[in-house]
């Protein structure tokens, strides 16, 4: 189990430029980065991955960062812009030499409103044959597409594991498995524990964060039985960090952080790593 921290909380979109995070990152004790790349035109990948190298960090996963010209319920262009812009990450990942494909895979953010049960299982239909498209082309490369649950107020399409995991049966790809984020699972999950001993081996990544978006550990959710069904699962993937902040304005919008949680970036990380480290590991 390797701990990450997401670009997020610092800055967006990620470019090029903005790799002189890496040497924070590495003084803080971290051992991968996770990168949301919101255009594959942001960065070069070959000097990304030169700046990881030079402070030894890995490109430990990807977030994607879907919008409403990358839907895979959407339009048939949305659909078919979503599996470009998925693919290329894909793409990108191969010179970064990063293993997994995470975030809401099948939809964009905030797209949330009740639909007719024909209407529904009409965009099931779609998102399950574009990522059936998607995780072919991941198997060819060796990758993981690790898809998201969000909560209730972000989509209406997958908010809890099981969901995920009939959404994992349905595009039948050793490719496609499961994404925690403990904020989203906090509202969705009646017991996280329960849902990552369900999950097992689909469990292919995490978002470590807490109830409010703040440092994980300060905060009310049972880490201790998050740690344990981890444990009992055998899970040896990433645990990445992503909080959001009012100092990143534009995902702090999409994200609804209307208040500061913590008093400094930096305190979420480096306290919240000292937090997953001592309760995880």
């Keep these: 189990m390797r701990f990450s921290i997401n670009t997020v909380l610092f800055v967006s979109p990620f470019t090029n430029k903005d790799t002189r995070l890496f040497r924070r990152f590495k003084r803080w004790g971290f051992e991968a980065v996770e990168l949301l790349i919101e255009d594959p035109s942001h960065i070069d990948p070959a000097y990304v991955k030169s700046e990881l190298d030079k402070y030894g960090l890995a490109c430990g996963s990807i977030c994607a960062a879907m919008n409403r010209d990358r839907d895979l319920r ?20 191969q010179t970064l030499d990063c293993p997994v494909l995470g975030g809401p895979v099948y939809s964009y953010v905030g797209r949330a409103d009740s639909v007719a049960p024909a209407e529904y299982q009409r965009q099931w ?10 995780t072919r ?20 399409f997958i908010n809890t594991f099981d969901q995920g995991l009939k959404l994992i049966r349905d595009v039948h790809s050793p490719a496609l498995k499961l994404h925690l984020d403990t904020f989203h699972a906090n509202i969705e999950e009646k017991y996280q524990d329960a849902a990552i001993r369900r999950a097992g081996k689909h469990l292919g990544h995490i978002h470590a964060c807490g109830a409010d978006r703040g440092t994980p550990g300060n905060d009310h959710i049972d880490w201790k039985k998050i740690a344990a069904a981890l444990k009992a699962i055998g899970y040896q993937g990433d645990v990445a960090i992503e909080a959001v902040t009012l ?7 999409s994200a609804a952080i209307w208040r500061r949680m913590e008093k400094t970036q930096d305190e979420i990380a480096v306290e919240g790593l000292k937090f997953l480290r001592k309760t995880l590991k």
């Design 74 to 93: 959407g339009s048939r262009k949305s659909q078919i812009t979503g599996v470009k812009y998925l693919s290329a990450l894909l793409d990108q990942m």
């Design 125 to 134: 239909k779609a998102v399950v044959k574009n990522l059936k498209t998607v």
């Design 137 to 156: 082309y991941a198997e060819s490369l060796g990758k993981v597409v690790c898809l998201e649950p969000l909560n209730r107020f972000e989509t209406d």
């Design 247 to 253: 100092d990143v304005p534009r995902i702090a919008r």
